[in-house]
């Protein structure tokens, strides 16, 4: 049973940490309603923003700079590695 959590929090995480690499990536370019990637990128911001924003309101703002992607990344790893240590002992 915990191999089968460990695999589930771990596949989990990657798929967290690909989809916000991927809006951070897309931030880059200007991706309108009428572009093909739309539809998929609309996805990555609804499962993204629940955990942005929260880190968007404790960060002070930096201009033009978004930092949460990078401490959400960070506390992504160390939420998902602290997690299997607690559950494989």
Same mark, same amino acid.
């Given at each position: 049973?915990?191999?089968? !959590? #460990?695999? /589930?929090?771990?596949?989990?995480?990657?798929?967290?940490?690909?989809?916000?690499?991927?809006? #951070?990536?897309?931030?880059?370019?200007? #991706?309108?309603?009428?572009?093909?990637? /739309?539809?998929?990128?609309?996805? #990555?911001?609804?499962?993204?923003?629940?955990?942005?924003?929260?880190?968007?309101?404790?960060?002070?703002?930096?201009?033009? !700079?978004? !930092?949460?992607?990078?401490?959400?990344?960070? !506390?992504?790893?160390?939420?998902?590695?602290?997690?299997?240590?607690?559950?494989?002992?």
């Amino acid at each position: 049973m915990e191999a089968y !959590l #460990v695999q /589930f929090v771990t596949i989990l995480s990657t798929v967290l940490y690909i989809a916000l690499l991927i809006r #951070v990536f897309s931030s880059w370019f200007n #991706v309108g309603p009428t572009s093909p990637l /739309f539809p998929i990128l609309n996805i #990555v911001y609804q499962v993204t923003e629940p955990i942005l924003a929260p880190i968007r309101r404790v960060l002070p703002k930096l201009g033009m !700079l978004d !930092l949460s992607p990078m401490v959400a990344l960070l !506390l992504l790893t160390f939420i998902r590695s602290a997690f299997v240590r607690i559950i494989t002992g």
